[in-house]
């Protein structure tokens, strides 16, 4: 039997409407799970934006202030996908509300506001899932299952790139992205959030870090209005940007092994150049984002001039059979936040955590915590747990 369970979206922007078309795939990949989420509410405070979200997905309701869904007894279920500063304020009001949250990453700007979040959470009795989609792929869950069987012996040594160019432009506009006060620690949290998550989802805990950050691009334009995504602001007037543009990171992990950990938001001529590369004491295992269904993998008895092969991942591989019937049929990032939505959903009905967590959310943020007071100390320092 199906039920019908009410959700709502704050904050429609680019990934408000990619958890909506989510929502609305997710049966059609995961027919046996046991709810439908229904749409009922939508809210953002840019005029017109959440009725214009309603017309096109089919919400009930359109406002501009989230307290009105947080009210609205119809809505069981929320995403956040506000920007990172309203996280901990919508976060612990939705919880205590009583709605599961789906609710992006990095769950506000600092460790206290992750914490502050899975507390309520956790006070509350609901679900919280978080937007780590990058661990939801296929390839990425059969390289976890290859290193945990030790088929590449000890893992002595990890990288961890995230690159990209979306802030690269110097007449990019100078958006809550880019203000301490309301982006929080910049790359940190918007990539390098990601990049601590596959560490630790392939890797286990963290156990010391030392990290250097850099601003590449100091002054941008401010807005003459409000904007969505990674809009230009050529001729406005130029304010300095707050938060960093690049983060180099060492890490040490609790189990022996050693890490790097580079992200920059300002990379030209890279774009979404995301991916991992894990090495053991008889193999490796290589990942690329942009070639998501694939891994490189060494794995033998050779040591020396050992070679690597591709490997297509197919249905037995993570949540791989929901999509393709078979290997090597290409997945996209959309069909990761499908992936997302299940895990949440399927939390909910189960009532029990699948999926990236709270707790998951917290680990990461005490991680980017640790990188800021590094850089500004120069020092290795061990996340706070």
């Given at each position: 039997?199906?039920?019908?369970?009410?959700?709502?979206?704050?904050?429609?922007?680019?990934m408000?409407?990619?958890?909506?078309?989510?929502?609305?795939?997710?049966?059609?990949?995961?027919?046996?799970?046991?709810?439908?989420?229904?749409?009922?509410?939508?809210?953002?405070?840019?005029?017109?934006?959440?009725?214009?979200?309603?017309?096109?997905?089919?919400?009930?309701?359109?406002?501009?202030?989230?307290?009105?869904?947080?009210?609205?007894?119809?809505?069981?279920?929320?995403?956040?996908?506000?920007?990172?500063?309203?996280?901990?304020?919508?976060?612990?009001?939705?919880?205590?509300a009583?709605?599961?949250?789906?609710?992006?990453?990095?769950?506000?700007?600092?460790?206290?506001?992750?914490?502050?979040?899975?507390?309520?959470?956790?006070?509350?009795?609901?679900?919280g899932?978080?937007?780590?989609?990058?661990?939801?792929?296929?390839?990425?869950?059969?390289?976890?299952?290859?290193?945990?069987?030790?088929?590449?012996?000890?893992?002595?040594?990890?990288?961890?790139r995230?690159?990209?160019?979306?802030?690269?432009?110097?007449?990019?506009?100078l958006?809550?992205?880019?203000?301490?006060?309301?982006?929080?620690?910049?790359?940190?949290?918007?990539?390098a959030?990601?990049?601590?998550?596959?560490?630790?989802?392939?890797?286990?805990?963290?156990?010391?870090?030392?990290?250097?950050?850099?601003?590449f691009?100091?002054?941008?334009?401010?807005?003459?209005?409000?904007?969505?995504?990674?809009?230009?602001?050529?001729?406005?007037?130029?304010?300095?940007?707050?938060?960093?543009?690049?983060?180099?990171?060492?890490?040490?992990?609790?189990?022996?092994?050693?890490?790097?950990?580079?992200?920059?938001?300002?990379?030209?001529?890279?774009?979404?150049?995301?991916?991992?590369?894990?090495?053991?004491?008889?193999?490796a295992?290589?990942?690329?984002?942009?070639?998501?269904g694939?891994?490189?993998?060494?794995?033998?008895?050779?040591?020396?001039?050992?070679?690597?092969?591709?490997?297509?991942?197919?249905?037995?591989?993570?949540?791989?059979g929901?999509?393709?019937?078979?290997?090597?049929?290409?997945?996209?990032?959309?069909?990761?936040?499908?992936?997302?939505?299940?895990?949440?959903?399927r939390?909910?009905?189960?009532?029990?955590?699948?999926?990236?967590t709270?707790?998951?959310?917290?680990?990461?943020?005490?991680?980017?915590?640790?990188?800021?007071?590094?850089?500004?100390?120069?020092?290795?320092?061990t996340?706070?747990?």
């Amino acid at each position: 039997m199906v039920r019908a369970l009410g959700v709502a979206v704050v904050g429609f922007g680019w990934m408000g409407r990619v958890h909506t078309q989510a929502y609305a795939r997710v049966l059609h990949h995961f027919p046996r799970l046991s709810l439908r989420p229904e749409p009922i509410a939508v809210a953002d405070e840019v005029p017109g934006r959440a009725e214009e979200a309603a017309a096109r997905y089919g919400f009930a309701t359109a406002v501009r202030d989230w307290r009105e869904i947080a009210a609205d007894p119809r809505v069981e279920a929320v995403s956040i996908t506000a920007p990172n500063f309203l996280h901990r304020e919508i976060g612990v009001a939705m919880a205590g509300a009583g709605k599961h949250i789906w609710i992006e990453k990095p769950v506000g700007l600092t460790a206290a506001d992750a914490r502050a979040v899975s507390g309520a959470v956790a006070e509350a009795g609901v679900r919280g899932t978080v937007g780590f989609n990058y661990r939801g792929a296929p390839a990425v869950v059969a390289a976890r299952e290859l290193i945990a069987s030790g088929e590449i012996g000890d893992v002595t040594h990890v990288r961890i790139r995230l690159f990209s160019d979306y802030a690269a432009h110097p007449e990019g506009a100078l958006t809550w992205r880019y203000e301490r006060a309301r982006g929080g620690s910049g790359v940190l949290g918007d990539l390098a959030s990601h990049g601590v998550d596959l560490a630790r989802f392939l890797l286990g805990e963290i156990e010391a870090l030392a990290a250097d950050t850099s601003v590449f691009v100091p002054l941008r334009a401010r807005p003459a209005g409000a904007t969505a995504g990674h809009e230009r602001a050529a001729g406005g007037e130029p304010a300095p940007v707050e938060n960093e543009d690049y983060v180099n990171c060492l890490l040490r992990f609790v189990s022996g092994a050693r890490g790097v950990l580079e992200a920059c938001r300002v990379s030209v001529g890279e774009q979404n150049n995301y991916g991992f590369e894990v090495h053991g004491t008889e193999g490796a295992v290589f990942w690329d984002f942009r070639r998501m269904g694939e891994l490189g993998v060494s794995r033998g008895t050779s040591y020396q001039d050992q070679p690597v092969s591709t490997v297509y991942v197919g249905p037995g591989a993570g949540d791989y059979g929901a999509f393709q019937p078979g290997a090597a049929n290409g997945m996209g990032y959309d069909d990761l936040k499908v992936v997302e939505a299940h895990t949440f959903l399927r939390s909910i009905a189960d009532d029990r955590p699948y999926g990236a967590t709270l707790v998951d959310a917290v680990r990461s943020a005490t991680a980017l915590d640790a990188m800021a007071r590094s850089a500004a100390s120069g020092t290795w320092v061990t996340p706070e747990t």
